[in-house]
């Protein structure tokens, strides 16, 4: 969601204004999220592990399901996001 409020702010689609809550996301997700690592990387910890809609046992796409979907790091669901809302948000400073 961050990617696509940042893309949408650049493109004009949405107000300047949701550029700043853009960014306050990321601040958050920044300390929340991510683990300097002692080799100079960096993690972004607690990715959703796995995604999809139904099969057995049946995926629903809900809250409860995704939070309960087991995590790991540095998933490419999420970094791939994460980096791509980076770009845009520091693109347009």
Known sequence: LLYAVAKSVNKGYLPD????????????MEFRLLKKEKD??????GCCAVAGL????????S???YINERRRDNDAKAT???????LELY???
């Open 80 to 86: 791939g996001p994460f980096i791509m809302a980076c």
């Open 54 to 61: 139904g099969g057995n046992p049946y995926r629903d796409g």
């Open 40 to 45: 100079a990387t960096i993690t972004l910890a």
């Open 63 to 65: 809250f409860e399901y």
């Open 17 to 28: 204004e949701y550029r700043n809550i853009a960014r306050d996301v990321l601040k958050a």
């Open 91 to 93: 693109h347009y400073k």
